[in-house]
């Protein structure tokens, strides 16, 4: 449902840490190669992250959106205009396009505007004071905010396969839209905000895959004013765009490229972890081998609605995720039931209702294992046909188990155990990693089935990776580019600059309450070692600001004997929604935790196609590491509030 496999497959994902890299142009900012670097490997290690990247993306290894500078509707227009009926067909098509040149990869060419992302929303997010490591690239380039990126792009590292226009692009998205029931820095940066109903006004469900209970949300009151469940506002979106599509956007088919992925037969599509570039090897490209897969969506804009609100046809074809098939023939017949027969003229008519945020829980509560034993039970004996092992037992008892909202809501229901969701192991056992594959004799998910230390992948072995080791802090090379921008008297200190996750709330959230704001310091702080700080004439609470090559942030200091010197922590997702003077740097109200931080992508998490390392949703990729900061403490002289 989540991706509405019910109606079309597969779904067009990107991983995040990629697609951010290139959207906010951190790219043109890296550190050159230092010496340790090359001192080893070479065919790999040395290559620019973004080369890389694009390599990872020509050999299907990540996904990658945009896909091409070209339409992907056109793409598979013209291959019918040439008379190409089969889905191999047009994939073959595309693979000759590809090695001709004749279409261009997006993430190759950047900068072109055809590749900016010009509509974003962002959901159950606070990308701009919290997710997003570099936030002075994003409010640069993606947003089009205050330059207040300290580096120079001119004087980095540059990449030599991506196409760059001489100036950095700035402000790509067009259009900017949140939903969200607070103000956050991300709403501070939004050209809409959609107001969403809380959590005591709408009906909504939340798990973990790492504590047992399901947990349901009831609406003590309805939504005041125009806010409106998550449910509601994206049907209600989904509804006007379905409208306009009648004019504008006509159903047609669309080419969607993805990854070889993990727990299906694609991760030996390159053996012997032996990589060759199609481009530049000697080997042919050919699609989910040496390159993504191409594959066909029958797009049907003018619908959109009714297959939002009520399920597709192909849950009868089966439905699962993590190579874990659960038969949907029956499930399909008893979600009619369930949730009732969708009335409405149109496409959706007679299927099992979608309409509201209830049909859509019950829906989620019928189909999964965690909260039906029949599905657990199902799912479990998909894996016995993989494995051979005896496994239906772990759900035993369970059969006749079919939580609904209400019981849910009457009592805390723990989950049933499954084979795709591990919050419980067996009755009354709490989540503990690789129990079942110790105690069932499941398999790892690795290329031998066993625990796997040694990865003899080209790429881990170029890095000198094979095996697990210690690898000091990174040396990012001159911390600051443009030091000429920054006054520098006064006394100072160099600190590793860490930003682990708050006591005091979730992310951003409950940062803001006012509660949190007078209990403790409210607003921002960093934490410094009292040594460190007497060093530098900096006394407890006193404003500072931290800044290197990425940004500058002002905050309060705290000093404790807590912290080791030459360490700072600033206490992750603080957000800038307020207290935030301008730091003397650039003279501009803002920075969060995330100024001072980059993403610093890590080539051999991008490797796929190869056994357990190959890319899977949510699951397997490269992240957006935000360790190995360096950067500047010192105290703030002046506390500018920027009234005028
Ligand atoms: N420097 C640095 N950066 C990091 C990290 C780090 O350690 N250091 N950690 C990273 C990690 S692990 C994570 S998980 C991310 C977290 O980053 P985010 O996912 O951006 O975290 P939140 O601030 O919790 O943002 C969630 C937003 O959703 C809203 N929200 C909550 N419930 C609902 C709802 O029901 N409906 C709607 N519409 N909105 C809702 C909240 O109000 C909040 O604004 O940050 C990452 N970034
Ligand atoms: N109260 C609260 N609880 C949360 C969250 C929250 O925001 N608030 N977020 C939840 C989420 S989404 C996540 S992902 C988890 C994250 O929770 P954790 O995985 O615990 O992550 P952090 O707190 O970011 O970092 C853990 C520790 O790593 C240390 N560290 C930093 N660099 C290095 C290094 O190079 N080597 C070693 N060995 N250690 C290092 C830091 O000093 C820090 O103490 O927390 C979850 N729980
Ligand atoms: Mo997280």
Known sequence: MAFAGDWLKPPRHMNGTSFFYFATDQYRYEAKVNEEQLKWGGRFSQMHPADFNAMAARLGWLPSYPQFTQNSLKLVKEA??????????????????????????????????RNFPKVFFNWRSNLLGDTGKGHEYFAKHLMGGEDTVLAESGSSWQPETIDIAEKPPEGKVDLFVSLDFRMTSTGLFSDIVL??????????????????????????????????????????????????????????EDLVMSPLSHDTVDEIAQPFGKVFDWRKDGVEPIPGKTMPKFQIVKRDYPNVFHQFTTIGPDIQKGYGSKGVVIPGEDVYKELLNRLGVCGREGLGKGRPDLYSAKHAIEAILDMSGATNGKRAVAGWK????????????????????????????????????????????????????????????????????????????????????GLPLYLPPLNHGPFLLGEDKVENSGKWLTVRYLTPHQKWGIHTMFTETTNMTTLFRGWQTVWINEEDAASIGIKDNDWIEVY?????????????????????????????????????????????????????????????????????????????????????????????WLED
């Not at 019918?80 to 889905?87: I, P």
């Not at 349901?216 to 049907?235: G, L, V, Y």
């Not at 625990?451 to 080209?458: G, K």
């Not at 922590?569 to 957000?575: C, L, R």
């Open 382 to 465: 998909s894996l016995e046909k993989k494995t051979g092992q005896k496994l239906a037992e772990i759900a035993q008892g369970h059969e006749e188990d079919a939580y609904t909202l209400l019981d849910i809501t009457a009592q805390p229901r723990q989950a049933i155990s499954t084979p795709v969701w591990s919050g419980m192991e067996k009755d009354g056992r709490r989540y503990s990693p690789f129990t079942v594959n110790t105690e069932y004799m499941i398999p790892w998910r690795t290329l031998t089935g066993r625990q796997s230390f040694y990865l003899d992948h080209e790429v881990m072995l170029d890095f000198g990776e």
């Open 548 to 640: 290197n090559r990425n940004g500058a942030v002002a905050a309060r200091a705290v000093v404790t004997y807590r912290i080791p010197r030459g360490v700072v922590y600033m206490y992750h997702a603080q957000d800038r929604t307020m207290g935030v003077p301008a730091n003397a740097i650039n003279k501009n109200r803002g920075g969060t935790h995330n100024s001072v931080t980059r993403i610093t992508p890590k080539q051999t998490h991008m490797i796929g196609g190869y056994s357990q390392l190959s890319y899977g949703f949510n699951y397997y990729g490269p992240t957006g590491n935000q360790r190995d900061t360096i950067a500047i403490i010192r105290r703030l002289k002046e506390v500018d």
């Open 195 to 252: 107001p969403a109903a809380t959590w005591y006004e709408k009906y909504d469900i939340s798990s973990t895959d790492m504590h047992p209970f399901i947990h349901p949300f009831n609406a003590a009151i309805t939504p005041p004013w125009e806010a409106k469940s998550d449910w509601d506002a994206f049907r209600e979106i989904s509804r006007v765009f379905s409208e306009l599509a009648k004019d504008h956007l006509p159903a047609c």
């Open 80 to 113: 019918r205009e040439k008379g190409l009926k089969e889905a191999d067909e047009v994939a073959q098509y595309m693979a000759q396009l590809i090695k001709e040149e004749k279409v261009d990869w997006a993430i190759e060419h950047p900068d072109d505007p």
